[in-house]
Nanobody, 124 residues
Framework: QVQLVESGGGLVQAGGSLRLSCAAS????????IGWFRQAPGKEREFVTA????????YSSDSVKGRFTVSRDNAKNTVYLQMNSLKPEDTAVYYCAASTKVGVPYRSYEYGYWGQGTQVTVSS
C-alpha cells in the first residue's frame, strides 16, 4: 500500500511556471507507475501525464505535451510535475495517483491510490 501527498500548488499568472511534488510513503514506491490527473470545477477528472516505475517512459496528454514534464526520484519517494507556459485552462485541482498496471495507464480506474489534491490557479 502507498500513501500520496501532493504539494506545490498555488496562484500563478499565465505564462508562468509551477512545480508540483507527489511524496509517497512506503517501501515499494518504485513498484508503482505514478500518474497525474486534474479536475476543473464542473468537469470530469482528466489524465495529464504518467511515468513508469523506473522513470524510463512517460506519457502525456496532448493538452500539456511540450509544456509539462514529469520526473521521479525513487530514492526520495517523490514524483515531480514541472509545469511551464501555464494557461488559464490549466486551472484545476491536481492529483497524483499510483498504479500497479504494466505500461503507462491513463484511465483513472487503473489507479488504486490517490492523493488529496493540490489547487493550481492560473490567472489571465
Amino acid at each position: 500500500q502507498v500513501q500520496l501527498v501532493e504539494s506545490g500548488g498555488g496562484l500563478v499568472q499565465a505564462g508562468g511556471s509551477l512545480r508540483l511534488s507527489c511524496a509517497a510513503s512506503g517501501r515499494t514506491f518504485s513498484s508503482y507507475t505514478i500518474g497525474w490527473f486534474r479536475q476543473a470545477p464542473g468537469k470530469e477528472r482528466e489524465f495529464v501525464t504518467a511515468i513508469t516505475r523506473s522513470g524510463g517512459t512517460t506519457y502525456s496528454s496532448d493538452s500539456v505535451k511540450g509544456r509539462f514534464t514529469v520526473s521521479r526520484d525513487n530514492a526520495k519517494n517523490t514524483v515531480y510535475l514541472q509545469m511551464n507556459s501555464l494557461k488559464p485552462e490549466d486551472t484545476a485541482v491536481y492529483y497524483c495517483a499510483a498504479s500497479t498496471k504494466v505500461g503507462v495507464p491513463y484511465r483513472s480506474y487503473e489507479y488504486g491510490y490517490w492523493g488529496q489534491g493540490t489547487q493550481v490557479t492560473v490567472s489571465s
